[in-house]
């Protein structure tokens, strides 16, 4: 398999009044060719600015301060600013938790579409105003030619966020981001928003990376996971093996909160303790704080990333090297 992104080892802080929140540490990451690959993790563990890192959509004030973003042989962190508009909304598209933070709320959305065809194919208008009609019926809104004349407040949140994913995929990009793409809308609409991009992957050939605090959504739409706590990747593994051998103990405690119907929440903030701030993240075991399993090495000495077993998940635990 091809790998449409590659982050290796990427390290981003962001250099604030209050000190270095440090965002993401020693991130590795692969999403190959047509796959649904999931990035999950409690709100604030750095979920968000790795997406937001892939598409250099950072405030002036982040730092790469190591690794590489493969996307397509080109490395993203050292790429020329022009050489990112092109990629983004080209090569990867990204769709947000609220479309009304991307549309503009003054211009029809046909208009929107077109325009982010004319910037990445350099098609004329005639082609581009097409381009957007017939993006519009690919995330199957039924009623296309009235609807690129709407502008975004005359829709509701379920077909505004099926317009961004028609920009979003307007281009055919190889890769989607869906940073919690179906949070702010109710259930039904979850469902159907979910089968959209599932089913665009299909028909595009489109890989995704999901991020959510969903498990149900990943357990039913990516073939991969990685687990993030406290900026670092903990764990990643077959979507399979996570549900059903987790391995690192914080995955293991999301599973448990997942499966208590009494503690639904809208974040994994059902783990008993806070999660950390990435201001001054705990030393050792970043998790050791929370930890039911915490022993010797945790509070002074950071696990590093091992391989469970041959062809196994990666785990980022002491435990994990006790038993080798
Ligand atoms: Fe728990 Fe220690 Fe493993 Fe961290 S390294 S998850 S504290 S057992
Ligand atoms: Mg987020």
Redesign the pocket.
């Known amino acids: 398999m091809t790998d449409v992104l590659r982050i290796d080892d990427l390290t981003m802080h962001l250099e604030t009044e209050l000190g270095t929140v440090r965002a993401v540490e020693n991130l590795s990451l692969r999403v190959d060719e047509g796959e649904a690959v999931a990035l999950v993790g409690e709100s604030g563990c750095g979920k968000s600015m790795t997406a937001l890192s892939i598409m250099r959509l950072l405030p002036p004030y982040a730092r790469f301060r190591s690794g590489s973003i493969r996307v397509a042989g080109k490395d993203l962190v050292t790429a020329p600013e022009r050489a990112m508009r092109q990629i983004r909304g080209g090569t990867i598209g990204m769709i947000f938790q609220d479309p009304l933070t991307f549309l503009n709320p003054l211009r029809q959305v046909g208009e929107q579409i077109a325009e982010a065809v004319r910037l990445h194919t350099g098609a004329g208008r005639v082609e581009a105003d097409a381009q957007a009609l017939e993006a519009l019926r690919r995330v199957r809104i039924a009623d296309a030619e009235n609807v690129v004349h709407n502008y975004p407040h005359q829709l509701s949140g379920g077909m505004r966020q099926r317009v961004l994913i028609a920009i979003a995929v307007a281009c055919r990009p190889s890769l989607l981001i869906c940073d919690e793409p179906t949070t702010a809308l109710d259930v039904t609409i979850q469902a159907q928003i979910m089968e959209l991009i599932d089913n665009l992957r299909h028909e595009l050939g489109t890989a995704v990376l999901l991020i959510t605090h969903d498990l149900g959504l990943v357990a039913q739409y990516c073939s991969r996971v990685y687990v993030m706590y406290a900026g670092q990747v903990v764990e990643d593994a077959g979507v399979r093996e996570i549900f059903q051998h987790p391995r690192?103990?914080?995955t293991q405690a999301l599973l448990q909160s997942s499966l208590r119907p009494d503690r639904v929440s809208e974040d994994f903030a059902v783990i008993d303790g806070q999660p950390p701030q990435l201001l001054a993240p705990p030393p050792g075991?970043r998790?050791?704080p929370r930890?039911p399993?915490?022993?010797d090495p945790?509070p002074s000495a950071m696990?590093g990333l091992d391989r469970a077993g041959e062809g196994r998940a990666m785990v980022r635990?002491?435990?994990e090297e006790a038993h080798q």
Do not use: A, D
Request: hydrophobic residues 25%; glycine residues 0%.
């Open positions: 690192h103990p914080y075991c998790f050791h930890c399993r915490v022993f945790c696990p635990c002491h435990l």
